[in-house]
């Protein structure tokens, strides 16, 4: 796949693999909701993706570096989608995208927590969660932690919020 590059601005680099609506959107659902396969990312994200956009994103992001693909040992016919360390370094960018959104836009409690918890983890945390995700991704070995994975805690955030919304729904006026 043939990148044409507008200039060297490492700014405009940067939007040139991130300015269109769905790779972000790929990247976060494989980093935080661990989807890894063709299927879940197409059924699993809330915005809708259509089947096409998603085989073009998926071959696009892996020509740039930051997916790798291979053969699903589980299944003949699936392929198993793959952060990079290119990708994986991300989760600093994409925190701070989501503090920014949480404090500027009308985002939704729901959809906001896993963006509070990580931008209150800070730093220690986000390096927690890269070496989950090199763990998972590219093979590293883990290292022994008594506390839940970062993706755990930032889902056991949003399970919490639902169920306090729920609550307050069902709760007389």
């Given at each position: 796949?043939?990148?044409?590059?507008?200039?060297?601005?490492?700014?405009?680099?940067?939007?040139?693999?991130?300015?269109?609506?769905?790779?972000?959107?790929?990247?976060?659902?494989?980093?935080f909701?661990?989807r890894?396969?063709?299927?879940?990312?197409?059924?699993?994200s809330?915005?809708?993706?259509?089947?096409?956009?998603?085989?073009?994103?998926?071959?696009?992001?892996?020509?740039?570096?930051?997916?790798?693909?291979?053969?699903?040992p589980?299944?003949k016919?699936?392929?198993?989608?793959?952060?990079?360390?290119?990708a994986?370094?991300?989760?600093?960018?994409?925190?701070?995208?989501g503090?920014?959104?949480?404090?500027?836009?009308?985002?939704?409690?729901?959809l906001?927590?896993?963006?509070?918890?990580?931008e209150?983890?800070?730093?220690p945390?986000?390096?927690?969660?890269?070496?989950?995700?090199?763990?998972d991704?590219?093979?590293?070995p883990?290292?022994?932690?008594a506390e839940?994975?970062?993706?755990?805690?930032?889902q056991?955030?949003?399970?919490?919020?639902?169920?306090r919304?729920?609550?307050?729904?069902?709760?007389?006026?």
């Open positions: 796949m043939s990148l044409d590059r507008r200039s060297g601005c490492p700014i405009n680099l940067s939007l040139e693999v991130f300015g269109d609506r769905w790779s972000l959107i790929i990247l976060r659902d494989m980093i909701g661990g890894r396969h063709f299927r879940e990312l197409l059924n699993g809330m915005e809708g993706i259509a089947s096409n956009i998603l085989a073009d994103r998926l071959k696009r992001l892996m020509a740039l570096g930051m997916l790798t693909k291979a053969d699903d589980s299944h016919q699936k392929a198993i989608y793959s952060l990079t360390e290119m994986i370094t991300l989760v600093p960018i994409l925190a701070h995208l503090a920014w959104g949480r404090v500027w836009l009308p985002v939704s409690d729901e906001s927590i896993r963006a509070e918890l990580l209150n983890g800070g730093p945390l986000w390096d927690r969660f890269m070496d989950e995700l090199r763990h991704h590219l093979g590293t883990a290292a022994p932690s839940p994975t970062v993706r755990a805690m930032l056991a955030g949003y399970e919490a919020v639902v169920a919304n729920a609550r307050a729904a069902d709760a007389p006026a």
